[in-house]
């Protein structure tokens, strides 16, 4: 059963940049079946999706975010990154890494599971 | 890009009673619809998928039904346990949006 665990900074100054690590454990990261995303809550607020990469190293970004934001991924040491640059208080927000699985008998993808989260605070 | 909406975007309710949320996208998404609960401090869980799949070890009251634009998460009768918020999610083209969330409290 796969479960991620994301890691990296709690607080981060203005202008400056965002990382973050998700480790997944439970299976391997270069399953063909999944990609690997990110998405981010503001305090109080609704769901944002930033980005998936696949094990190859294929990425696909929300647009909003796509040039402030980059991912990598590590299939030794099944891990994948994300980084978001030039932050602001409005980047504020919980941080959660997810399975982006792909249907296998249904079409359509969706997000399970997810890590428990990280808060992420901009300020200096 | 794809807009999803969520109503009511809050609603309370009583244990034991039938309750019905509704999203709607602004442009067809076909079955790309899954559907999330999220507890206050805790990560969304999917419960489901392909608009009407229900996620393995979700109860059998939540089902879902809908395609096209217009799509509907059902629990036949509540639980203390699903007091909390829902998350509706399209999957047919990037970038993967969801609704604003309904917040499902108790009456």
């Known amino acids: 059963q796969l479960q991620l665990q994301e890691s990296g900074p709690g607080l981060v100054k203005p202008s400056e940049t965002l990382s973050l690590t998700c480790t997944v454990s439970g299976g391997a990261i270069s399953s063909n079946t999944y990609y690997w995303g990110w998405i981010r809550q503001p305090p109080g607020k609704g769901l944002e999706w930033i980005g998936s990469?696949?094990?190859?190293?294929?990425?696909y970004y929300n647009a909003a975010l796509t040039n402030r934001v980059s991912m990598s991924i590590s299939t030794s040491k099944n891990q994948f990154s994300l980084r978001l640059t030039s932050v602001t208080a409005a980047d504020t927000a919980s941080y959660y890494c997810a399975t982006d699985k792909l249907g296998a008998t249904v079409s359509g993808r969706w997000f399970d599971p997810w890590g428990q989260g990280i808060l992420v605070t901009v300020s200096s | 890009d794809i807009q999803m909406t969520q109503s009511p975007s809050s609603l309370s309710a009583s244990v034991g009673d039938r309750v019905t949320i509704t999203c709607r996208a602004s442009?067809?998404?076909?079955?790309?619809l899954n559907w999330y609960k999220q507890k206050p401090g805790q990560a969304p869980e999917l419960l489901i998928y392909a608009a009407s799949s229900l996620q393995s070890g979700v109860p059998s009251r939540f089902s879902g039904s809908g395609s096209g634009t217009d799509f509907a998460l059902t629990i036949s009768s509540l639980q203390s346990e699903d007091f909390a918020t829902y998350y509706c999610q399209q999957s047919h083209s990037s970038p993967y949006s969801f609704g604003q969330g309904t917040k499902l409290g108790i009456k």
């Open positions: 990469i696949y094990y190859s190293g294929t990425t």
């Open positions: 442009q067809s998404i076909r079955s790309y």
